[in-house]
């Protein structure tokens, strides 16, 4: 049994090694150079902004710096979406993994806003 606990920054900095190897593999062309610097930015920020989201400052701090990563996540599937349209890597089928985490990433970071959000929303009815 596999007693390791979840750890999204792991997850994060996974996702994020994942996506150099997707850039690395992508062509020496016009449209796969700029994809790749696109993706490079958007494919990494997420580990490194929650690296930032853990030292917020505060609840809306934190709520802010996870809508940012939730934001990359986002722009990291659009660009995940572009290459398998153009096959721009073969066989295309190394993209589904890679595709499937970017899913669930972007749901759990959204609960995670979530949640806080709720949380804010009970300490100020329980200040009132």
Same mark, same amino acid.
């Given at each position: ?25 992508l ?18 920020a ?21 809508? @940012? =990563?939730l /934001? ?8 995940l979406k572009?290459?398998? #349209?153009? !096959? ?19 749901? @759990? =970071?959204? /609960?995670s ?9 009970l300490?100020? #009815?329980? !200040?009132?």
């Amino acid at each position: 049994m596999n007693n390791k606990v979840f750890d999204l920054e792991d997850r994060l900095v996974d996702f994020s090694s994942r996506i150099i190897d997707v850039v690395e593999t992508l062509p020496d062309s016009r449209a796969g150079n700029y994809i790749a610097g696109q993706l490079i930015r958007c494919g990494l920020a997420p580990a490194l902004l929650y690296g930032e989201a853990q030292s917020a400052e505060s609840r809306n701090d934190f709520i802010h710096k996870m809508k @940012i =990563v939730l /934001k990359e996540l986002k722009e990291t599937r659009v660009c995940l979406k572009l290459i398998r #349209k153009r !096959e721009m890597i073969n066989p295309i089928s190394r993209m589904d993994k890679l595709g499937k985490e970017n899913e669930e990433l972007i749901a @759990i =970071v959204s /609960k995670s806003i979530d949640t806080a959000n709720k949380n804010i929303r009970l300490v100020n #009815k329980q !200040e009132q």
